[in-house]
């Protein structure tokens, strides 16, 4: 079985970082495209952005030049490095990974991480 964790959410003042993580764990072969999703109350999911195997990354407009998604392949890890953060960041983070373990490549989801930004 696969499982995804997010990491490093917390409470922060606007004007303030933090950096989420998603770790990987189980019987992985290899993790292709990742994406980090975020859902505030009473709002649909959206996309916040991704990442490809080779580390090419696209970003919603809405955090474009304020948050950067990087990974680690060796370690099953990606990182969702959060700068100059808004109420409107508000939500809970989620990573959904698509993971090869012995057969193909499955989509997996994280729990979720909740982020809070204070005015």
Same mark, same amino acid.
């Given at each position: 079985?696969?499982?995804?964790?997010?990491?490093?959410?917390?409470?922060?003042?606007?004007?303030?970082?933090?950096?989420?993580?998603?770790?990987?764990?189980?019987?992985?072969?290899?993790?292709?495209?990742?994406?980090? &999703?975020?859902? *505030?109350?009473?709002?649909? !999911?959206?996309?916040?952005?991704?990442?490809?195997?080779? $580390? %090419?990354?696209?970003?919603?407009?809405?955090?474009?030049?304020?948050?950067?998604?990087?990974?680690?392949?060796?370690?099953?890890?990606?990182?969702?490095?959060?700068?100059?953060?808004?109420?409107?960041?508000?939500?809970?983070? &989620?990573?959904? *990974?698509?993971?090869?373990? !012995?057969?193909?490549?499955?989509?997996?989801?994280?729990? $979720? %991480?909740?982020?809070?930004?204070?005015?």
């Amino acid at each position: 079985q696969v499982q995804l964790v997010e990491a490093g959410g917390g409470l922060v003042q606007a004007g303030g970082s933090l950096s989420l993580s998603c770790a990987a764990s189980g019987s992985i072969v290899s993790i292709g495209f990742v994406g980090w &999703y975020r859902q *505030a109350p009473g709002k649909q !999911r959206e996309l916040v952005g991704t990442i490809t195997s080779d $580390g %090419t990354t696209n970003y919603a407009d809405s955090v474009k030049g304020r948050f950067t998604i990087s990974r680690d392949n060796a370690k099953k890890m990606v990182f969702l490095q959060m700068n100059s953060l808004k109420p409107d960041d508000t939500a809970v983070y &989620y990573c959904n *990974a698509n993971v090869r373990t !012995r057969g193909s490549y499955s989509q997996y989801w994280g729990q $979720g %991480t909740q982020v809070t930004v204070s005015s």
